[in-house]
């Protein structure tokens, strides 16, 4: 098993920043892909960006693409999503998740753990 908890979130002003972290305890993350989603009210789960754990690759949904930073600490365990010129439409809860196995990172129903969210609200 695997237990992934969120971090970071909280109430910030359009234009500004706030960076998310995801620390995994239980099974390492060496081999997966961890992945941060979002949800706003009203409105399905969607991605937002990923990073493949040994590689380091990066991957990042074009709404979010030069605002939206993926990174990862191997030794901390840890997944960081640095978020810059937030906007209203940024606020949602967000997730992160990892998949155990090798292959798409855009899809929800591909990750196997799931973080409990945290709370970004971006006011005008």
């Known amino acids: 098993q695997m237990q992934l908890v969120e971090s970071g979130g909280g109430l910030v002003q359009a234009g500004g920043s706030l960076r998310l972290s995801c620390a995994g305890s239980g099974r390492t993350f060496s081999s997966y892909g961890v992945g941060w989603f979002r949800q706003a009210p009203g409105k399905e789960r969607e991605f937002v960006a990923a990073?493949?754990?040994?590689?380091?690759?990066?991957y990042a949904a074009d709404s979010v693409k030069g605002r939206f930073t993926i990174s990862r600490d191997n030794a901390k365990k840890t997944v960081y999503l640095q978020m810059s010129s937030l906007k209203p439409e940024d606020t949602a809860v967000y997730y992160c998740?990892?998949?155990?196995?090798?292959?798409?990172?855009?899809?929800?129903?591909?990750?196997?753990?799931w973080g409990q969210g945290t709370q970004v609200t971006v006011s005008s």
């Open positions: 998740a990892v998949r155990r196995y090798t292959g798409s990172l855009y899809r929800e129903t591909d990750y196997d753990y």
């Open positions: 990073i493949t754990w040994i590689a380091g690759t990066t």
